[in-house]
């Protein structure tokens, strides 16, 4: 069983940067998959970016070159590092885990509004 909660979210002007991070409980967090989503209003839940238990990165298109993944397995944490922020970004972000065998693992979600 892992748990998952976002933090880090809020209200930031267009072209400014948040960090968001994701704090597991559970066990061997370091063997997960994580990844970020997020869902603005009235839109379906989006891939954002992707980093794999060994550190291998992806990303969408719109957020490569702004948004930066990563983790600290002794931290059990990962975070999204997002800057440049537009008002298209606005959304709420979850994180999510994963591994082969094993179920997908959501956090609750955490707002980020970019103002223009």
């Known amino acids: 069983q892992v748990q998952l909660v976002e933090s880090g979210g809020g209200l930031v002007q267009a072209g400014g940067s948040l960090r968001l991070s994701c704090a597991a409980s559970?066990?061997?967090?370091?063997?997960?998959?994580m990844g970020w989503y997020r869902q603005a209003p009235g839109k379906q839940r989006e891939f954002v970016a992707r980093?794999?238990?060994?550190?291998?990165?992806n990303y969408t298109d719109t957020a490569k070159g702004r948004f930066t993944i990563s983790r600290d397995n002794a931290k059990n944490t990962m975070y999204l590092q997002m800057n440049s922020l537009k008002p298209e970004d606005t959304a709420v972000y979850f994180c999510?885990?994963?591994?082969?065998?094993?179920?997908?693992?959501w956090g609750q979600g955490t707002q980020v509004t970019v103002s223009s």
């Open positions: 980093i794999t238990s060994g550190g291998s990165t």
């Open positions: 559970g066990r061997a967090f370091s063997t997960y998959a």
């Open positions: 999510e885990a994963d591994r082969l065998g094993d179920y997908v693992y």
